[in-house]
């Protein structure tokens, strides 16, 4: 068994318990995921099985899209609920226009600066471990791309103001950052409360299915698929597809410059393949 599950990962499980769920389902120990989700996030998480591990780093990921709710007047250790209680200040006096006009400076190219606990690493080790470990940790700012920032329901409780908005955003945009500067930039302070992640690429919550949905019947997206959802595709005649088996580069164009499937006749996937000069040359062969 190989292929991509789109798994609709539950609040309170790492995404390492998720791998660790689908190997027991799969009967195997070569499982991966792409794209970590946080314990309290939901949503959209993909996991490779077998030969799929070896196509996660090659997905062309680049486009992310969640539901999140941001509560404004507390700052967080974390930016998140899940981070003691830093400052609270009187969120009353924020109007929903307030909200909106700011919330539309976060859209388009950014530099923003990763929370302290997030993945990245720091002289080859996690942030989120070096926080742990009493280090104060700033993280340099990094280019993202906000494509859109909607705001939606606003309710108020007590002093806070609880915002619901809808974010897509190019892979490696932190919501929690976003959360921190809206806080920021409407003088309040921010966090998120709840983040839901729907979809990772071309992928969607209509393509996840639960836990114990998964349980119950191990739904897989074949690696053919994956190749057609994810990359530009082209299809090879015999003789090229026997070429391809035995990994030998191609006097083809394959018409775009990144990594190309390559199927046969048939449609079925056989490899990765990118232009060099006028030859196609293999990145991975999967057959």
Same mark, same amino acid.
Request: net charge neutral; proline share 3%.
């Given at each position: 068994m190989s292929g991509l599950v789109v798994v609709d990962k539950p609040a309170g499980m790492t995404s390492h318990d998720v791998v660790a769920r689908l190997r027991r389902l799969a009967g195997t120990r070569k499982v991966g995921h792409a794209g970590t989700l946080d314990p309290m996030a939901t949503g959209v998480l993909l996991v490779g099985i077998e030969r799929?591990?070896?196509? +996660? *780093?090659?997905?062309? /990921?680049?486009?992310?899209?969640?539901?999140?709710?941001?509560r404004l007047g507390r700052t967080t250790v974390t930016d998140d609920a899940e981070g003691d209680a830093v400052l609270d200040r009187d969120a009353r006096q924020v109007t929903d226009d307030d909200v909106r006009a700011a919330a539309?400076?976060?859209?388009?190219? /950014?530099?923003q600066r990763p929370s302290s606990v997030s993945a990245v690493k720091v002289d080859g080790r996690r942030a989120y471990a070096r926080v742990r470990a009493g280090e104060d940790v700033q993280l340099p700012t990094r280019g993202v791309t906000v494509h859109e920032l909607a705001v939606h329901r606003l309710r108020r409780e007590s002093a806070f103001l609880d915002v619901d908005v809808t974010v897509r955003c190019s892979s490696g945009t932190y919501v929690r950052a976003i959360a921190r500067d809206l806080g920021e930039a409407l003088g309040v302070g *921010?966090? /998120? &409360?709840?983040?839901?992640r729907t979809a990772v690429g071309?992928? @969607? +919550?209509?393509d996840a299915h639960t836990l114990e949905e998964l349980t119950a019947h191990l739904h897989v997206l074949d690696l053919s698929e994956v190749a057609r959802r994810t990359f530009p595709t082209v299809r090879l005649d015999d003789e090229q597809a026997q070429s391809v088996r035995h990994g030998r580069r191609l006097a083809?164009?394959?018409?775009? @410059?990144g990594p190309v499937g390559v199927l046969d006749a048939? =449609? &079925?996937? +056989?490899?990765?393949?990118?232009?060099? =000069?006028?030859?196609?040359?293999p990145v991975a062969v999967f057959v």
């Amino acid at each position: 068994m190989s292929g991509l599950v789109v798994v609709d990962k539950p609040a309170g499980m790492t995404s390492h318990d998720v791998v660790a769920r689908l190997r027991r389902l799969a009967g195997t120990r070569k499982v991966g995921h792409a794209g970590t989700l946080d314990p309290m996030a939901t949503g959209v998480l993909l996991v490779g099985i077998e030969r799929a591990t070896r196509m +996660l *780093g090659h997905l062309t /990921l680049t486009e992310k899209a969640y539901d999140a709710t941001v509560r404004l007047g507390r700052t967080t250790v974390t930016d998140d609920a899940e981070g003691d209680a830093v400052l609270d200040r009187d969120a009353r006096q924020v109007t929903d226009d307030d909200v909106r006009a700011a919330a539309a400076r976060f859209v388009g190219p /950014l530099d923003q600066r990763p929370s302290s606990v997030s993945a990245v690493k720091v002289d080859g080790r996690r942030a989120y471990a070096r926080v742990r470990a009493g280090e104060d940790v700033q993280l340099p700012t990094r280019g993202v791309t906000v494509h859109e920032l909607a705001v939606h329901r606003l309710r108020r409780e007590s002093a806070f103001l609880d915002v619901d908005v809808t974010v897509r955003c190019s892979s490696g945009t932190y919501v929690r950052a976003i959360a921190r500067d809206l806080g920021e930039a409407l003088g309040v302070g *921010g966090h /998120l &409360t709840a983040l839901r992640r729907t979809a990772v690429g071309p992928f @969607d +919550l209509a393509d996840a299915h639960t836990l114990e949905e998964l349980t119950a019947h191990l739904h897989v997206l074949d690696l053919s698929e994956v190749a057609r959802r994810t990359f530009p595709t082209v299809r090879l005649d015999d003789e090229q597809a026997q070429s391809v088996r035995h990994g030998r580069r191609l006097a083809v164009g394959l018409g775009a @410059d990144g990594p190309v499937g390559v199927l046969d006749a048939a =449609g &079925t996937f +056989l490899a990765l393949y990118e232009q060099r =000069g006028e030859v196609a040359a293999p990145v991975a062969v999967f057959v």
